[in-house]
């Protein structure tokens, strides 16, 4: 563990690395100029050809996307330099790298962009690997300001080769960064970047590379940095074909949305995996049993079923008059167009098109074989291809040059023939056909027979609404709409509406690459949603198999992979130093996860605090039969005393409870005056963040206040992993407030404190 270490005088280089910085971004201002001059020509431009036009667009589309590459916020454009070894006293390469590229008015390179291949021992360069470096500087920035530089030389006689402590590059500008105030909004790690992490940044785009990563690890941030970097290195491609992040709950979305606009990429899309199926309204949560039957990967073959039940021959003949003549869909013929279109490629809805046709030919057939003079057709010819021919009548004209298309325009709104193709091939919407299915106890037992047991066919019971357009619809809901918007594929396009970009099963939108983030708590079915978004099988898959707390919890990446599309291989990268989290925390937060999750090792914490966790056990009050009848105050205690020591110097403070908790915790907050956010209502940009467990995934606070362990224990599927990520969620100080007692695994060797 590197302890913090403090810096001695300013580095004597510091005035001319200024001055660099200062031309820097001078530099970079002349750029945005240009690129707004370029812009407003563009849009000043009127009429002319229709190829005139097309470059105007095209160059209004470029200007604009050079500005969003060339906006950085108050991110320092510099953090660091790297000298290259020459072949004689001084003639070696120096570079200044940065958050992109600066180059001069002669075209010198002022700064280059971090993810250029000439910045890779920036990150990369050991003592024992110099990669061709004499010296890697560090700069430790406050804005445009270079504060103090840190030099790591190498070649230099007793230079570690391992490095400062766990290996760390720039450990001093690093520990720095890490004990700054957070904000509410995660920042990117672009000057820190170490090279356990750097590895998986600059990994290839083909494959899946998943990410091991305890608490603090950063994880989430080389998971962005990554994507910023496919961006850059193979920016043809995948501007075209879009990224795609998706993260746990709309709340970390918001909490990651600055960091790859400040790596100059901005056009990424980012969503929750609720959030790739369409707009559905407020979702409701299903019983922990149900969530977790419906994650269940049996349920594709469920769904395959029972549409394969909606695709079925007419129970008994249907007569559709034409003309003086009536033209039948019988049983048997109805039949032979259903398995003909089953065996047929393509969604379900896409085929009835087929059906259709088939239909038509069918009935044109009868009326070719029709006589138009004498006799009734024999007894013997097949009711398929008989038509009704009416004693005492004349025959119609005989028709020639009939094509199908023709009659089916005159057949198809008869009221028998919808029907007769309703039942035989109905046009469905997954909310329509899922409505359908969870409401029909027969369609269940008819689909899941030999598949679920009667227990989860029982399950999946549930009353039907008066439309699909007011189901309350859950999370776990989710993925089988959109396994079954695979299967169906668009029940009608719009005249003039292309296809989804890429093409992708049932015409979702399909993506160059995908970064799924808290990958352990999805289900195989929310995987399956992924993998169809996925265009070529690119994917980066972060998470921590110790902090899985969803219905499903793997026990090993394996088992997660199995339901996406590795088919170019996938390979496992581990993050082993946690940032985040002090030591202090670290050793409590060790206990749990011995007993959470046997045989997994925390992450190793780089720095210390110096402050242990504080563990508050509060008394019942008198006359109270709630066990937690006082912890709401001692917790408003506990967030009001912390307020008063984070001062005017800012910081972030969280208070995660069970979700029974959440509603009187917030009624005392209030009643106090302590202004806070609760996950749908802003919660990173108050003071204080009122979240649950779950909501809290991916997040971290400068100080955490845990309410009542053992309840999150128990409202959560997976216990104790729930309780392991609610402690490691802070990066300076830790209270646990309660008053049922601790779980075992906390009480080794803690100290309480009573209020």
Do not use: C
């Given at each position: 563990?590197?302890?913090?270490?403090?810096?001695?005088?300013?580095?004597?280089?510091?005035?001319?690395?200024?001055?660099?910085?200062?031309?820097?971004?001078?530099?970079?201002?002349?750029?945005?100029?240009?690129?707004?001059?370029?812009?407003?020509?563009?849009?000043?431009?009127?009429?002319?050809?229709?190829?005139?036009?097309?470059?105007?667009?095209?160059?209004?589309?470029?200007?604009?996307?050079?500005?969003?590459?060339?906006?950085?916020?108050?991110?320092?454009?510099?953090?660091?330099?790297?000298?290259?070894?020459?072949?004689?006293?001084?003639?070696?390469e120096v570079f200044h790298i940065g958050r992109l590229a600066v180059s001069g008015t002669d075209q010198e390179p002022l700064v280059v962009d971090w993810r250029a291949p000439v910045a890779e021992p920036f990150y990369r360069a050991t003592g024992a690997l110099p990669m061709g470096l004499s010296r890697r500087r560090h700069f430790l920035t406050e804005g445009r300001r270079v504060l103090d530089l840190e030099d790591e030389m190498f070649g230099v006689e007793?230079?570690?080769?391992?490095?400062?402590?766990?290996?760390?590059?720039?450990?001093?500008?690093?520990?720095?960064?890490?004990?700054?105030?957070?904000?509410?909004?995660?920042?990117?790690?672009?000057?820190?970047?170490?090279?356990?992490?750097?590895?998986?940044?600059?990994?290839?785009?083909?494959?899946?590379?998943?990410?091991?990563?305890?608490?603090?690890?950063?994880?989430?941030a080389v998971a962005l940095h990554r994507a910023a970097y496919l961006l850059y290195t193979h920016r043809f491609p995948l501007e075209r074909q879009g990224v795609l992040v998706v993260g746990p709950n709309p709340t970390f979305l918001r909490y990651i949305e600055h960091v790859l606009p400040s790596l100059g990429e901005a056009g990424v899309e980012r969503s929750t995996v609720s959030g790739l199926f369409g707009p559905l309204g407020r979702l409701a949560g299903?019983?922990?049993?149900?969530?977790?039957?419906?994650?269940?990967?049996?349920?594709?073959?469920?769904?395959?079923?029972?549409?394969?039940?909606?695709?079925?021959?007419?129970?008994?003949?249907?007569?559709?008059?034409?003309?003086?003549?009536?033209?039948?869909?019988?049983?048997?013929?109805?039949?032979?167009?259903?398995?003909?279109?089953?065996?047929?490629?393509?969604?379900?809805?896409?085929?009835?098109?087929?059906?259709?046709?088939?239909?038509?030919?069918?009935?044109?057939?009868?009326?070719?074989?029709?006589?138009?003079?004498?006799?009734?057709?024999?007894?013997?010819?097949?009711?398929?291809?008989?038509?009704?021919?009416?004693?005492?009548?004349?025959?119609?004209?005989?028709?020639?040059?009939?094509?199908?298309?023709?009659?089916?325009?005159?057949?198809?709104?008869?009221?028998?023939?919808?029907?007769?193709?309703?039942?035989?091939?109905?046009?469905?919407?997954?909310?329509?056909?899922?409505?359908?299915?969870?409401?029909?106890?027969?369609?269940?037992?008819?689909?899941?027979?030999?598949?679920?047991?009667?227990?989860?066919?029982?399950?999946?019971?549930?009353?039907?609404?008066?439309?699909?357009?007011?189901?309350?619809?859950?999370?776990?809901?989710?993925?089988?709409?959109?396994?079954?918007?695979?299967?169906?594929?668009?029940?009608?396009?719009?005249?003039?509406?292309?296809?989804?970009?890429?093409?992708?099963?049932?015409?979702?939108?399909?993506?160059?690459?995908?970064?799924?983030?808290?990958?352990?708590?999805?289900?195989?079915?929310?995987?399956?949603?992924?993998?169809?978004?996925?265009?070529?099988?690119?994917?980066?898959?972060?998470?921590?198999?110790?902090?899985?707390?969803?219905?499903?919890?793997?026990?090993?990446?394996?088992?997660?992979?199995?339901?996406?599309?590795?088919?170019?291989?996938?390979?496992?990268?581990?993050l082993s130093v946690n940032y985040r989290t002090p030591a202090e925390i670290m050793v409590l937060a060790g206990r749990i996860l011995e007993q959470a999750a046997p045989g997994m090792r925390p992450p190793e914490p780089a720095r210390s605090s110096g402050e242990e966790p504080r563990l508050v056990a509060v008394e019942r009050p008198a006359g109270s039969s709630l066990p937690s009848a006082g912890v709401p105050a001692a917790v408003t205690d506990a967030v009001?005393?912390?307020?008063?020591?984070?001062?005017?110097?800012?910081?972030?403070?969280?208070?995660?409870?069970?979700?029974?908790?959440?509603?009187?915790?917030?009624?005392?907050?209030?009643?106090?005056?302590?202004?806070?956010?609760?996950?749908?209502?802003?919660?990173?940009?108050?003071?204080?963040?009122?979240?649950?467990?779950?909501?809290?995934?991916?997040?971290?606070?400068?100080?955490?206040?845990?309410?009542?362990?053992?309840?999150?224990?128990?409202?959560?599927?997976?216990?104790?992993?729930?309780?392991?990520?609610?402690?490691?969620?802070?990066?300076?100080?830790?209270?646990?407030?309660?008053?049922?007692?601790?779980?075992?695994?906390?009480?080794?060797?803690?100290?309480?404190?009573?209020?």
């Amino acid at each position: 563990m590197t302890q913090p270490v403090m810096f001695p005088m300013p580095h004597p280089d510091v005035a001319a690395e200024q001055a660099h910085v200062d031309r820097a971004y001078g530099r970079l201002e002349e750029m945005r100029s240009g690129a707004a001059a370029r812009l407003e020509e563009a849009f000043g431009e009127r009429g002319g050809t229709f190829q005139a036009l097309t470059e105007r667009d095209i160059r209004v589309r470029d200007s604009l996307a050079r500005l969003e590459q060339l906006q950085i916020g108050g991110e320092a454009l510099v953090f660091g330099r790297i000298d290259r070894r020459g072949t004689g006293p001084g003639d070696g390469e120096v570079f200044h790298i940065g958050r992109l590229a600066v180059s001069g008015t002669d075209q010198e390179p002022l700064v280059v962009d971090w993810r250029a291949p000439v910045a890779e021992p920036f990150y990369r360069a050991t003592g024992a690997l110099p990669m061709g470096l004499s010296r890697r500087r560090h700069f430790l920035t406050e804005g445009r300001r270079v504060l103090d530089l840190e030099d790591e030389m190498f070649g230099v006689e007793g230079d570690d080769d391992d490095g400062v402590g766990l290996g760390l590059s720039g450990p001093q500008v690093l520990l720095s960064a890490l004990q700054r105030s957070r904000t509410g909004r995660m920042r990117d790690i672009v000057a820190t970047v170490q090279r356990e992490q750097d590895e998986v940044i600059r990994g290839p785009l083909t494959g899946i590379v998943v990410v091991q990563g305890g608490p603090g690890t950063g994880k989430t941030a080389v998971a962005l940095h990554r994507a910023a970097y496919l961006l850059y290195t193979h920016r043809f491609p995948l501007e075209r074909q879009g990224v795609l992040v998706v993260g746990p709950n709309p709340t970390f979305l918001r909490y990651i949305e600055h960091v790859l606009p400040s790596l100059g990429e901005a056009g990424v899309e980012r969503s929750t995996v609720s959030g790739l199926f369409g707009p559905l309204g407020r979702l409701a949560g299903d019983d922990p049993e149900v969530a977790r039957l419906k994650g269940d990967p049996r349920m594709a073959r469920f769904l395959a079923r029972a549409l394969a039940d909606r695709q079925r021959p007419v129970r008994r003949t249907v007569e559709v008059p034409y003309g003086r003549s009536i033209l039948r869909i019988t049983p048997s013929g109805s039949e032979q167009i259903v398995a003909s279109a089953r065996r047929r490629a393509g969604t379900h809805n896409s085929r009835r098109r087929a059906v259709e046709t088939l239909l038509w030919r069918q009935l044109l057939d009868q009326i070719e074989r029709r006589p138009t003079l004498g006799p009734p057709p024999p007894a013997s010819t097949p009711d398929a291809l008989a038509a009704t021919w009416d004693e005492g009548t004349d025959p119609l004209p005989e028709r020639t040059e009939l094509t199908p298309a023709e009659l089916g325009a005159e057949l198809r709104r008869a009221p028998q023939v919808s029907e007769a193709l309703e039942r035989m091939w109905p046009l469905l919407t997954p909310q329509a056909f899922l409505h359908d299915l969870l409401g029909a106890p027969a369609l269940i037992d008819l689909a899941g027979r030999g598949l679920l047991s009667d227990r989860e066919r029982a399950l999946l019971r549930r009353p039907r609404s008066p439309s699909p357009a007011e189901v309350a619809w859950t999370d776990a809901d989710v993925p089988l709409l959109d396994e079954a918007a695979a299967l169906l594929g668009p029940s009608r396009r719009r005249p003039g509406t292309p296809p989804a970009r890429s093409g992708g099963p049932g015409g979702v939108r399909t993506y160059g690459h995908v970064v799924v983030d808290e990958a352990q708590d999805l289900t195989p079915m929310q995987l399956r949603m992924l993998a169809r978004r996925s265009l070529s099988g690119s994917m980066t898959v972060v998470g921590d198999i110790a902090q899985a707390t969803g219905p499903w919890a793997p026990t090993s990446w394996g088992q997660v992979v199995e339901h996406l599309p590795a088919r170019r291989g996938w390979r496992l990268a581990e993050l082993s130093v946690n940032y985040r989290t002090p030591a202090e925390i670290m050793v409590l937060a060790g206990r749990i996860l011995e007993q959470a999750a046997p045989g997994m090792r925390p992450p190793e914490p780089a720095r210390s605090s110096g402050e242990e966790p504080r563990l508050v056990a509060v008394e019942r009050p008198a006359g109270s039969s709630l066990p937690s009848a006082g912890v709401p105050a001692a917790v408003t205690d506990a967030v009001s005393a912390e307020l008063g020591r984070l001062g005017t110097s800012g910081g972030t403070l969280g208070v995660l409870a069970a979700s029974s908790l959440l509603r009187p915790v917030a009624e005392h907050l209030a009643a106090a005056g302590v202004v806070f956010g609760e996950a749908a209502a802003g919660a990173l940009d108050a003071p204080v963040s009122l979240l649950s467990v779950a909501d809290a995934k991916g997040l971290e606070f400068d100080v955490v206040v845990v309410v009542e362990p053992k309840r999150i224990v128990a409202e959560s599927p997976q216990g104790l992993r729930a309780l392991y990520v609610a402690v490691t969620r802070a990066t300076q100080r830790l209270h646990v407030v309660h008053s049922e007692g601790l779980p075992e695994a906390m009480l080794t060797g803690s100290a309480e404190s009573s209020a």
